[in-house]
Nanobody, 122 residues
Framework: QVQLVESGGGLVQAGGSLRLSCAASGRSSSTYVMGWFRQAPGKEREFVAAISWRGGVQYADSVRGRFTISRDNAKNTVYLQMYRLKPEDTAVYYC????????????????WGQGTQVTVSS
């Protein structure tokens, strides 16, 4: 069993920055593909970014160049650094983990955190 706990959300003005963290616990979680998804009110959950245990990354077009995903396998922690935030980035952000080795953007990851709210004011 793997548990994921997100932190770092909050309220920020447009153009600002935030860093989200996701602490993972559980056997072999450091080798999992880890992803970030988000869900805004009334919308479906959407892919934001993913990273393999070797550091390969994938981004949604809407965040590429503004967000950076990274991980510290020794700490079993994944980060999402968000720059130049926009009001449309407002959502609950979820960390997800999958025991597979292939990066993917579909919300079929095996494990999910509870989410952390990010609100960007205009």
């Amino acid at each position: 069993q793997v548990q994921l706990v997100e932190s770092g959300g909050g309220l920020v003005q447009a153009g600002g920055s935030l860093r989200l963290s996701c602490a993972a616990s559980g056997r072999s979680s450091s080798t999992y593909v880890m992803g970030w998804f988000r869900q805004a009110p009334g919308k479906e959950r959407e892919f934001v970014a993913a990273i393999s245990w070797r550091g390969g990354v994938q981004y949604a077009d809407s965040v590429r160049g503004r967000f950076t995903i990274s991980r510290d396998n020794a700490k079993n922690t994944v980060y999402l650094q968000m720059y130049r935030l926009k009001p449309e980035d407002t959502a609950v952000y979820y960390c997800a983990g999958d025991p597979g080795s292939t990066l993917h953007a579909t919300p079929t990851y095996a494990y999910w955190g509870q989410g952390t709210q990010v609100t960007v004011s205009s």
